[in-house]
């Protein structure tokens, strides 16, 4: 029967070795696991800046719409979507909820500008008519229309002359201008529906005139 001899020390120094890969062992475990879990991380912290990334720009379509605003918000819901299922794929916590797309707001249409009723037409008011020359109210007839009134430059006592009416007929004449009048006796003949002498002219006459142009002659008695 052969013994065997250990040396004094050799089994401490096994018992050393043993307990040193065992502590290697662990700290290369925990340096696995926490460069695992390390990874983990930066991947989902990816993840939700990309989706912040989407979010943000979605925001600023919504504040400034265009006509491809839809179709652009619906685009970046679907890649949030996706990163969604990548995050649940890799394990991340819960997928982010993204808010439903506002729908633009429509603006109602300009109401149309009412139309103004044309302006009507201003009447035209017809032109004053001429006030006529109504013969002055009196017990005679009118005679000679129309005609003028001068003088004959006969003296004496107010007095007419005629080449219409006979010696003796009393006549009436009216200056419409300043509306006096008189009334002689023809006491002579002349080519005239009737001529005042001096006398009577001044009766009737307007300052500085010598023709009656608006005169009303009467037969009277």
């Not at 003796?168 to 529906?193: A, H, P």
């Amino acid at each position: 029967m052969t013994r065997t001899y250990r040396r004094p020390g050799q089994d401490k120094r096994k018992r050393n070795i043993v307990i040193g890969v065992a502590v290697a062992a662990l700290v290369g475990g925990g340096l696995a696991v926490g460069t695992g879990l390390s990874s983990a991380s930066t991947f989902c912290d990816g993840l939700d800046e990309r989706i912040r990334e989407n979010q943000q720009f979605m925001a600023q379509q919504r504040a400034n719409p265009n006509a491809q605003t839809e179709a652009i918000l619906a685009n970046r819901q679907a890649v949030i979507d996706l990163i969604n299922v990548q995050k649940a794929q890799g394990g991340c916590g819960g997928a982010q909820a993204q808010a439903p797309a506002a729908k633009p707001t429509t603006t109602a249409p300009a109401a149309k500008p009412t139309t103004a009723a044309p302006a009507a037409k201003p009447t035209t008011t017809a032109p004053a008519a001429k006030p006529t020359t109504a013969a002055p109210a009196g017990n005679g007839q009118v005679v000679c229309p129309g005609s003028t009134v001068t003088l004959s430059g006969e003296g004496g006592a107010p007095a007419a002359s005629s080449g219409t009416h006979p010696v003796g007929t009393v006549l009436r004449v009216r200056n419409l201008d300043n509306n006096k009048s008189i009334t002689v006796t023809v006491t002579s003949v002349s080519g005239s529906c009737v001529l005042l002498n001096n006398a009577a002219f001044e009766e009737v006459r307007e300052p500085g005139k010598f023709l009656i142009r608006r005169a009303v002659i009467e037969r009277v008695g």
